[in-house]
Each structure stands twice: as C-alpha cells, then as structure tokens.
C-alpha cells in the first residue's frame, strides 16, 4: 500500500477512537478531539491525526488548514453511519447519549422464523460487556442489559495504549491494528446514541468506515480528482450518487467434492486437512486479491464457507486486476486439482445512496446482481484452450488412490504430491498455532509460487530470513501481535483423539462411528432480506456474518470441550458442521449444539441436521454423502429439524428431546438381558410393520401377544405394566410412535456391543 493511503486507512480505523476513551468518564468536550488528544503523543503524523480530529461535518466547517484525508473520512463515516441507519451526531457527555449502554444483539432486528421482530423501542437483548480472550472458556451470549461501566473502558484503553506503543506507518501495523480493534472493541458499541438501536460494534464501524475510505480514494485517484474538499464536502449530495465502490462476490465452487473425493485408509486424516487447507485457501485468496489492489483487510467484509465479499473501488484498474487474478488462479487450480475447484466473481456498483437501503434503492438488489454474475460464469466456465490441456494432462500418468487424479508424479505409495502432503499437514492442523505462507518453498502448495508451512510461535522466532520469506501469517483461534500477521483464523478443530476410528472402539455400546452434518436454515435470506427494510445493510450483514462465523468456528469448540465430548470436528464452515465421533456423543453433541446455537442468536435462526450410524472402515466419502442426504430430509420436511438413522426419522428439534426422554424410560423399565434384547427387537419388528397400512392391525395383534406373554417373566411387574401401558399409548399416535422407534433404536444400540445383526 502506498503511504498516503496507508495513513487514511489507520485514520479511519482510529477516527472513533475518542469514543472508548470518553466513556471512562472525566472527559469535557467531543470524541474526536479527545481521541487525537489521546493519539497525538504517539502518532505524530499530521494526516491521521486529523482524520480523528475532523470527520464530523460541524467541526470541519470553516477549516482551511486541514488535511484532505479528513473529507474521505469524513464521507467514509457517513457511509458506514448510513450502513448502521445511524445519523451524522457527534457523541458526547450531554443527555442524548448513555455510555453505559452495552452492545444490543445483532439478532434482535433479524426477522426470526416466526417472521416475528423486536422494534427498538421493545430491545432487551444486550451483551455482556466483554473482551474477547481466546485463552479463556468463557462464551459471549446476548442475554439481559448489563451496565457498560467506565472502569471495563478504561481497562480497554489501557490495553489500547500498550499496543500503540509499537505504532509505525506500515501494512504490518494496519493488520495488527485489525487484530487488536476485533479483540477488543467487538463488543463495544459504536454508538450510545439513546434514539438508536445500538446493534452495531465499535469495531464493526471502524472496519467498514475504512474500507470506504480506501475505495472512495482510488475511485477518485482514477478520476483524477484531487480537490476532496469540493468533491465529499462542499458538493456531498452530488457524491452520494456516484457509485465510488464494488461490493465484489467471489464464490470457491465445488468444495463439497473436493473434500469429499477420497477413497483410501488415510481418508479421515485427509478429509480434515481438505477441510482445513480449503479455510486458508480461501482467506489467503481474499488477501492476494485485495493486495493486487493495494488494500487491506479492513475491505474483507465476509469470509465463511468457501465465499467471501470484498468492497473495493469501483475503477477500471479494479476490475481488470481483479478479473485477471481470478483467471490466474483458475489456471493454477485446473493445474494443481484438475477441474474440481473453480473460482467464480460477481459484483455489484454501489453509492452512498445504495448502501442507505431507500425504497428508490434496494439493498438485496445488490447482492441479487453479483449473484446473478456469478451464476452467469458457472455456465461456461472453462475455454476451449483449458478443457485441450485438461484433456492433455491426463494422457499419460498414474492414478491417485486418495483423490484419483491422474499424474506423473505418483509416488511408491500410489499417492499424488498434494495427497502425500496433505497426510502430514493433518497433523499440524492440530498441533501447530500459526501457518505461514511463503514465497519460496513450504509444506504445500496454496496459490502460484506460495506455499503453507505450520509454526509454533517458538519456530516463527526462530525461522530464518522470515521478513523475506513469508508473504503474511495466520494465527489459528488466537491473537498475535508479532509482523507480518494478516489474520487470526477462527477455525473449528476440537478433538478428542487423533485417531478417529478409536472413536468407534471406544463408543458405549455397538462400536460405531456416528456422524453429524449440519446448518442454519434460510441463511442466504438472513443475509439480504432478514431485517426489515430500515435494518437491511451491510454492516448488519457483516456483523452477523462475523457472528455466525466465531459461534461455527470458535465457540463450537468451547461447547465441545466444556461437554468433553468424544468427536472430532471435521469441518466447520460459515453456518455448517461436519463431525464425527463415537455414536452416542455425536447423538448428544446436536442437541447440546443445537441448544447453544438457539441461545446464541436469541432463537432468530434455526438449524436442521442429519445423524447417520457407521462402522469405522464404511468408506468416509459415503458417511459423508449419507448424513447429508439425512440433513437434507430435514429442511425438506419443514427446516428446523433433525433426521436421525432412516429417512423417516425426522422430528423437530422439541420432539427429539421427547426422544431421548423416552430413552431414559426405557432405561428405567426394560431389561438388558440377551432375552430381554430380543424382546426389544420383536417389539422393533411389530411397531415398524405397522407403518404399512395393510399391516397395522395384524401387527398390533402380534404385539399386544409378545407384550402379555413376557410380561410371565418380568422381574418387576409394576414397572413391566407402566412400560406396557406406555408403548400402547405411544403406538396409536403416529408421531408419538415413530418417536418410539427412534428411541428404541438408541436403546438397542446403547446395550449392544455385539458386532453382528446390523439390521436389527
């Protein structure tokens, strides 16, 4: 990045600084002289100084001898103010404000399910002042309103000015700089304005205001416009029509399969270090990109599940990088996997006047054209020129028997060079913190002539020629401080063992693998449409992107570790879980999920799932095909929902806790002899007979017979006649029996250790 637009981009990042430091009370006057009073002993530049002083309209009127980079901060905090649906007001000590306010949820606004919507007059959900600490277990929830008190501000200063210490103009600065505003002010909110909703953080604004700020730059840098005092100031509403940014879309299509595609004994390592290495692809494509184009991170507005938006500077120069970098990285992974990934873009022109959501301008309309872009270039992806040299490559070679691409390069072992890397990167994903991606050569290869290589933070100390050698730095579930950062990863990586199939071997019960995939229902809609039209914008969209991702990727693994549960999470994207484990846990660890996830987001989204049964050499590319085909019943069958075994499984979440509570009267009224097992699986055999119609009378017959005539060899009668007079209540209720056969299942398979009769 070059100087000038490094010292607008940390003006923007700092320009609400004051904020933080008036609410520690004590403070006369308004945040932006008091945040550059705060700055001006260690930011010595006049630039970014004023920046913070001058980027409200009030106090810039009449100032001749300001820098220019005030007017782009200034319109830039309107665009990301509008974007919060906040007015142009300058906080401070006066009534209008409260600075004991906390952060309000996010979801409060989000039209639930229910297509039900707090107003901000009926907000009551807040959270916890809170600092994140990645070394602590403690999880944000939104929950009642707890005062916002001056000494957590002051506390969060402090830890401000420690990091200012360190202060230079530089990329390194401006992602470390990212790195400490998320940690601390994520949960601080931007404005305490009393007529507003105050869902929005500190860090949030700051983050999008600079990435405004940065593409408002090079749009009129292109333009040749130099005069920013007419152009943002003194003819403001001209510009609010210019469309000064692109929201880019850029989409990793067909990662399912490329991590998925494996057939060998070494499927479970590769199949968690595909789901890993796909993470950092994607994060490092989004850094390439925006480094192509001279920006930061602060112009990543979403990264989740193979997809990621950018807003950048709606220049010629923009789009022809951009496109090019896109077409490049195609040719490297057509390449390096053949035809299995593919990287598409869209985008969409956006304004000031757009990004306000007005009835003249909708705001789901501009992600419905980047949308409609990317749809476009599915349909022809490949050119002539690429599908003769795809055809070429596969002439002459030996077959992967990991993910059956066709190379020269197959070792002794029948392995490709990426399958055979990927098999040691498995166990870095677990054992390392930090993975460094180099210029020169590493552990695998990630774009055109980078590499990744895993560190501890003692081995990044150490490694030689690192200012050279490695491009930037990512840390995984923890804040780093150190150069060459460019960011720190949420990542789901619980485990409990690093062997999976010891999870079959271990499970109570029949010895099977359970697996579990999952994801938030009507989550694209939650994104463009799930507020209301006055609520409906990015930063919102950003926000709770960010949110969805640090539950999926962060505090999943908290909720794992605190239950001590028996799996090993496989993949965890934006809004969708792959796990498996000993059967049991993986049964245990949705509801649990589930219950988390419903407390998280205040019950506004919902989630379906699918729970499939395995032996542990079944092939995992099949697991994996199965429990999806099992989720999908879900949301077929209304969406908020679990699918669990067989696809006439499925029950809504409430009914599956009457599941397992009828596990547990079983528990309590039935034997576990091998006598009374095959009891059990006769009573299996009738209920499940009566779901055929022709059938149902017969098979109530023979089940009322089976239940009289054990009841001559039960140990306790009072309990055998309660259980009995259940199961005929249960049976005459379709729903209450099929809950029946479902907990019958997990009976069987929790007093079952006999490997034989699976069709039972």
């Not at 006049?46 to 009449?62: A, P, Q």
């Not at 490949?382 to 992967?400: F, M, Q, V, W």
């Not at 987001?601 to 092939?619: V, Y």
Request: charged content about 30%; hydrophobic content about 35%.
């Amino acid at each position: 990045m070059r100087e000038e637009l490094l010292k607008l981009t940390i003006g923007a990042l700092l320009h609400d600084i004051g904020k933080v430091v008036q609410r520690q009370g004590g403070f006369s006057g308004t945040h932006s002289k008091i945040g550059k009073d705060f700055l001006e002993e260690i930011v010595k530049d006049s630039h970014i100084l004023d920046c913070v002083r001058y980027h409200h309209n009030s106090e810039m009127t009449g100032k001749a001898d300001i820098s220019p980079l005030s007017y782009i901060t200034y319109i830039a905090n309107n665009i990301a103010s509008v974007a919060d649906t906040r007015e142009d007001i300058i906080e401070d000590a006066g009534t209008s404000f409260n600075s004991r306010t906390p952060l309000a949820s996010v979801f409060d606004l989000l039209i639930s399910r229910n297509n039900e919507m707090n107003s901000k007059s009926e907000s009551k959900i807040y959270y916890p002042p809170f600092v994140i600490n990645t070394n602590s277990k403690e999880l944000n929830y939104p929950s009642e309103y707890i005062n916002f008190e001056n000494d957590i501000y002051k506390n969060i200063v402090d830890t401000l000015s420690n990091n200012f210490k360190d202060f230079e103009i530089s990329e390194k600065y401006v992602n470390r700089l990212l790195e400490v505003l998320e940690e601390l002010l994520s949960f601080v909110p931007s404005s305490t304005y009393k007529e507003e909703v105050t869902d929005i953080s500190l860090y949030d604004h700051l983050k999008l205001t600079a990435a405004a700020a940065s593409s408002i730059y090079l749009y009129l840098e292109e333009k040749g416009e130099k005069d920013f005092h007419k152009m943002l100031f003194k003819e403001e509403n001209k510009f609010k029509e210019e469309h000064f940014a692109l929201l880019y879309s850029v989409d990793v299509s067909g990662i399912q399969d490329f991590i998925y595609a494996i057939h060998s004994e070494k499927a479970l390592k590769t199949l968690r270090a595909k789901s890993f290495y796909l993470e950092i692809f994607t994060e490092n494509l989004a850094d390439n990109l925006l480094c192509e184009i001279g920006l930061s991170r602060a112009n990543l507005i979403y990264s989740g599940g193979g997809h990621f938006y950018l807003l950048v500077p709606n220049t010629e120069q923009t789009k022809e990088t951009l496109s090019e970098a896109i077409k490049n990285t195609n040719k490297w992974l057509l390449n390096i996997f053949d035809n299995s990934l593919f990287i598409e873009a869209g985008y969409s022109e956006v304004s000031f006047n757009t990004l306000k959501n007005s009835p003249k301008n909708s705001y789901k309309e501009i992600f419905r054209k980047a949308s409609k872009m990317i749809s476009e270039q599915k349909l022809s992806r490949y050119t002539a020129e690429d599908i003769e040299s795809l055809n070429n490559k596969h002439t002459e070679g030996r077959e992967c028997k990991i993910c059956h691409t066709v190379s020269h390069a197959i070792n002794d072992e029948e392995t490709c060079s990426f399958c055979n890397s990927l098999i040691g990167f498995s166990n870095d994903i677990i054992g390392k913190d930090f993975f460094a991606i180099l210029n020169d050569s590493g552990d695998i290869p990630i774009y055109c002539g980078q590499f990744i290589k895993s560190f501890n933070e003692e081995e990044i100390e150490k490694e030689p020629n690192k200012e050279n050698s490695i491009i930037r730095l990512y840390g995984k579930n923890k804040f780093y401080s150190g150069n060459n950062l460019a960011t720190r990863l949420w990542v789901g990586d619980y485990y409990k063992d690093k062997d999976i199939p010891n999870y079959a071997k271990n499970a109570k019960g029949i010895k099977r693998l359970g697996a579990l995939r999952l994801d938030v229902d009507n989550l694209g809609d939650a994104f463009t449409k799930g507020f209301a039209p006055k609520y409906n914008t990015l930063s919102r969209t950003a926000t709770l992107s960010r949110q969805l991702s640090m539950f999926f990727k962060y505090y999943i693994n908290v909720i794992l570790e605190n239950k001590n549960a028996n799996i090993s999470i496989i993949y965890a994207g934006g809004d969708d879980v792959f796990l498996l484990g000993s059967w049991l846990d993986v049964i245990e660890a949705s509801v649990f999920i589930n219950k988390e996830f419903e407390k998280f987001c205040i019950g506004k989204l919902s989630i379906s799932a699918g729970i499939g049964i395995f032996r542990d050499k079944f092939p995992v590319k099949e697991i994996a095909r199965t429990t999806g085909a099992l989720e999908e019943i879900s949301k077929d069958e209304g969406k908020n929902r679990i699918t669990i075994f067989d696809k006439n499984l499925h029950f809504t979440w409430a009914e599956f806790d009457d599941v397992q509570n009828k596990v547990l009267f079983l528990e309590e009224h039935l034997e576990t002899s091998e006598k009374g097992m095959s009891f059990i699986y006769r009573l299996l055999d009738f209920i499940r007979g009566m779901e055929e119609e022709t059938q149902e009378q017969i098979n109530i017959a023979r089940l009322a017979y089976t239940l009289a005539k054990n009841a001559e060899n039960a140990k306790n009668e009072e309990s055998y006649r309660i259980f009995s007079n259940e199961v005929y209540k249960w049976i005459g209720q379709k729903e209450e029996r099929k809950k029946l056969i479902a907990s019958l299942y997990i009976y069987v398979y929790k007093n079952r250790e006999r490997e034989d009769d699976d069709d039972k």
